[in-house]
């Protein structure tokens, strides 16, 4: 299994001017490595919506890449956003699952179909344009560049360590919210028009 911050730092490495859109336990996790955080929109409290967001923010900008931190439980609220992506193929969305195997958030409840579900063959069966799973962070890293120079859209199930500590014990606090994301990105979109 992988922790996702260090996973997540050897993203931050390719992310250029992405934007990025981390929900639950892999925003806190982004937090702690992101370079750019006018360019991150943590999409929290409406569950299962981050693959819709991205796939929004992907085809509104199709120069600019997109990478989503999806959580397990999110995805499976929202599975049949694999199909709208895959159908809709933006070449520029690079979409991660960070499978923790429970719904970190809320304290760690078990998620449905732990170790019988597989998100990268469910993704490749939507259509996505490659579809990849790691469980081991010198894996990934070897293949990261692979990961990030396919065309669209791409799929990563990666397994990673829950994080089921209380917010005291893991310092977070100071992490981007979604209001705020937008209002940075509205500026920005407006400055490029
Ligand atoms: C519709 C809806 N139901 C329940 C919740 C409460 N909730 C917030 S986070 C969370 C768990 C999210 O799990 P996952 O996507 O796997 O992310 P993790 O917490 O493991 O990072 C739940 C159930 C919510 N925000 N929205």
Redesign the pocket.
Known sequence: MIDQVEMMRAIERFRGDAMVVP????NGAWAKVTNNVKRDIPVG?A??KASSVALGLALSQPDTKVILFD????LL?NLGSLVTIANKGPKNLVHFV?D?G?????GGQE?PGVGVADYADLATSAGYAHSYRFDDLEDFVTRAEEVFSQEGPVFVAAKVI?DIRLPEERAAGGQRRTPEAVLDLREQFAAAD
């Open positions: 929900v639950f336990r892999a409290g569950m299962g959580g397990d439980g999110s609220m960070m923790n429970v719904y970190a958030t809320t998620v829950p």
